[in-house]
């Protein structure tokens, strides 16, 4: 589940005696039920800003069902599963960005491969991500029946088979549960085409899982991606806690880069959003006014206070952000500052949403980047999260919208919402990046772009 905006951190502290097992399932119908009540009034009432209609506080179903539970249930019932399984669906009834989840440690390093696969309407399976310093970034290849002469796994292989198990035309679910069930070495069989015959090489590949911090936004240069010495790329994944260190960590290999790219493709595709702190640190890499990078309004945020009492504030820029790494203090350079004649475009489709959006439209905003790809998703809504016992589970709550800057008579405007309709390209073509990074349409175009505007043609 993403994470989405976080606006305010709250702490509810568990109580010191847990009740025990089914004993306490009578109890826990009250719990409920009070829980149940409230989360109905904060939606009634909060979400529908400020106005006031009526819940039956008996909710006879959901009553009914517990003291069902209660009389027949076979076994004990474990009292922290039960209570955070009741409370995520009661709040995942409510939109699809409310929601209880369990949290996970920062920066945790997983047992993981480091690639990322797409489906096409047939269940053709493609490579759209080798994650740098990743284990299938250094998947070794083996002839077995292959090919030889590929080096490593690239952005647009068609997957055939894993670990010996077909995949092709398998709908996701049953090539998910393939996945799930490879163990600690995975073996690959890709296909590529060959321009220079009409037979698509088949190359097999063996992964080597082991732990890693998975980065959730590096960078690539044109050796890799096969673009234009000139033009470097930054992939940004989400806007999580990792993503201020991994992205400074791009921006800094992007300058030390020795062919000097003075042009940054900036790839949000797939990326469904996180905290609006983050999205104003990276913010602040491009955006400058007077001087200052620090404290430029992003977004017009109007939100509940809590008991449908509605207020605004707004998102702003920061500069400076604190490490959920290592604690240390990050700090942002402006590009267009380090890098003389930089220009940048940004690559979006259906799954860039909530901050990929407004960084979106704050780069648009303020520093006229244009945008490439396909529609966005359109979350202009945002979430409050309160911890419960010590942090180990996160309520996300909807509790306001945002509108993203615009100019209106030349001046910087926050009138429009995007929820429910998105960003609309400012160059539309496939986003789908199961391509060939140089084959990709997005890069493609970028180039495009990036040339006419050297020229000073029209885009």
Same mark, same amino acid.
């Given at each position: 589940?993403?994470?989405?905006?976080?606006?305010?951190?709250?702490?509810?502290?568990?109580?010191?005696?847990?009740?025990?097992?089914?004993?306490?399932?009578?109890?826990?119908?009250?719990?409920?039920?009070?829980?149940?009540?409230?989360?109905?009034?904060?939606?009634?009432?909060?979400?529908?800003?400020?106005?006031?209609?009526?819940?039956?506080?008996?909710?006879?179903?959901?009553?009914?069902?517990?003291?069902?539970?209660?009389?027949?249930?076979?076994?004990?019932?474990?009292?922290?599963?039960?209570?955070?399984?009741?409370?995520?669906?009661?709040?995942?009834?409510?939109?699809?960005?409310?929601?209880?989840?369990?949290?996970?440690?920062?920066?945790?390093?997983?047992?993981?491969?480091?690639?990322?696969?797409?489906?096409?309407?047939?269940?053709?399976?493609?490579?759209?991500?080798?994650?740098?310093?990743?284990?299938?970034?250094?998947?070794?290849?083996?002839?077995?029946?292959?090919?030889?002469?590929?080096?490593?796994?690239?952005?647009?292989?068609?997957?055939?088979?894993?670990?010996?198990?077909?995949?092709?035309?398998?709908?996701?679910?049953?090539?998910?549960?393939?996945?799930?069930?490879?163990?600690?070495?995975?073996?690959?069989?890709?296909?590529?085409?060959?321009?220079?015959?009409?037979?698509?090489?088949?190359?097999?590949?063996?992964?080597?899982?082991?732990?890693?911090?998975?980065?959730?936004?590096?960078?690539?240069?044109?050796?890799?991606?096969?673009?234009?010495?000139?033009?470097?790329?930054?992939?940004?994944?989400?806007?999580?806690?990792?993503?201020?260190?991994?992205?400074?960590?791009?921006?800094?290999?992007?300058?030390?880069?020795?062919?000097?790219?003075?042009?940054?493709?900036?790839?949000?595709?797939?990326?469904?959003?996180?905290?609006?702190?983050?999205?104003?640190?990276?913010?602040?890499?491009?955006?400058?006014?007077?001087?200052?990078?620090? @404290?430029?309004?992003?977004?017009?945020?109007?939100?509940?206070? %809590?008991?449908?009492? /509605? &207020? =605004?504030?707004?998102?702003?820029? *920061?500069?400076?952000?604190?490490?959920?790494?290592?604690?240390?203090?990050?700090?942002?350079?402006?590009?267009?500052?380090?890098?003389?004649?930089?220009?940048?475009?940004?690559?979006?489709?259906?799954?860039?949403?909530?901050?990929?959006?407004?960084?979106?439209?704050?780069?648009?905003?303020?520093?006229?980047?244009?945008?490439?790809?396909?529609?966005?998703?359109?979350?202009?809504?945002?979430?409050?999260?309160?911890?419960?016992?010590?942090?180990?589970?996160?309520?996300?709550?909807?509790?306001?919208?945002?509108?993203?800057?615009?100019?209106?008579?030349?001046?910087?405007?926050?009138?429009?919402?995007?929820?429910?309709? @998105?960003?609309?390209?400012?160059?539309?073509?496939?986003?789908? %990046?199961?391509?060939? /990074? &140089? =084959?990709?349409?997005?890069?493609? *175009?970028?180039?495009?772009?990036?040339?006419?505007?050297?020229?000073?043609?029209?885009?």
């Amino acid at each position: 589940m993403d994470m989405f905006e976080e606006k305010d951190i709250y702490t509810e502290y568990p109580s010191e005696k847990k009740p025990s097992k089914k004993k306490t399932l009578t109890f826990a119908i009250v719990v409920v039920l009070i829980v149940a009540v409230v989360a109905g009034l904060a939606f009634f009432g909060g979400v529908a800003y400020g106005r006031s209609k009526t819940v039956d506080s008996e909710m006879p179903m959901v009553k009914t069902v517990l003291e069902a539970l209660n009389k027949y249930y076979i076994d004990d019932i474990d009292w922290e599963q039960f209570q955070y399984t009741v409370a995520a669906a009661i709040a995942g009834s409510v939109d699809p960005y409310t929601g209880l989840v369990a949290s996970s440690p920062t920066g945790m390093r997983t047992m993981s491969a480091g690639v990322t696969f797409t489906y096409n309407d047939y269940c053709n399976y493609f490579i759209t991500e080798v994650a740098p310093g990743s284990p299938a970034s250094k998947a070794k290849n083996v002839l077995s029946g292959g090919y030889e002469g590929s080096q490593s796994l690239m952005v647009g292989d068609e997957v055939i088979s894993i670990n010996g198990q077909k995949v092709q035309h398998l709908n996701y679910n049953a090539f998910s549960q393939i996945l799930s069930n490879v163990g600690d070495t995975i073996e690959l069989v890709v296909t590529r085409p060959n321009s220079a015959s009409e037979i698509q090489p088949t190359y097999t590949f063996v992964i080597q899982k082991e732990m890693y911090h998975s980065p959730v936004a590096y960078y690539l240069d044109s050796e890799v991606t096969g673009l234009p010495s000139d033009v470097g790329y930054i992939k940004l994944k989400e806007f999580g806690d990792t993503a201020p260190d991994d992205f400074a960590t791009a921006v800094s290999a992007f300058l030390a880069d020795e062919d000097k790219p003075d042009k940054l493709v900036l790839d949000l595709r797939g990326n469904g959003g996180g905290s609006t702190m983050i999205c104003g640190f990276i913010a602040s890499y491009f955006v400058s006014q007077d001087g200052t990078s620090d @404290g430029i309004p992003m977004a017009k945020y109007v939100y509940n206070e %809590g008991g449908g009492d /509605m &207020a =605004e504030t707004y998102f702003y820029t *920061q500069t400076s952000y604190s490490s959920d790494l290592d604690g240390t203090q990050l700090k942002s350079v402006n590009l267009y500052d380090e890098v003389e004649g930089f220009e940048c475009v940004v690559l979006v489709n259906g799954s860039s949403a909530s901050s990929s959006e407004l960084l979106t439209a704050t780069l648009a905003n303020y520093c006229g980047i244009k945008s490439i790809g396909e529609k966005t998703y359109g979350k202009g809504v945002a979430q409050i999260v309160i911890e419960y016992m010590g942090g180990k589970y996160e309520l996300y709550i909807t509790n306001g919208k945002y509108y993203i800057p615009t100019q209106k008579n030349g001046e910087t405007v926050f009138e429009v919402n995007i929820h429910g309709s @998105g960003l609309t390209p400012d160059i539309e073509t496939d986003a789908s %990046g199961r391509y060939y /990074m &140089a =084959e990709d349409p997005c890069f493609l *175009q970028a180039t495009q772009y990036f040339s006419s505007a050297q020229s000073g043609e029209a885009a």
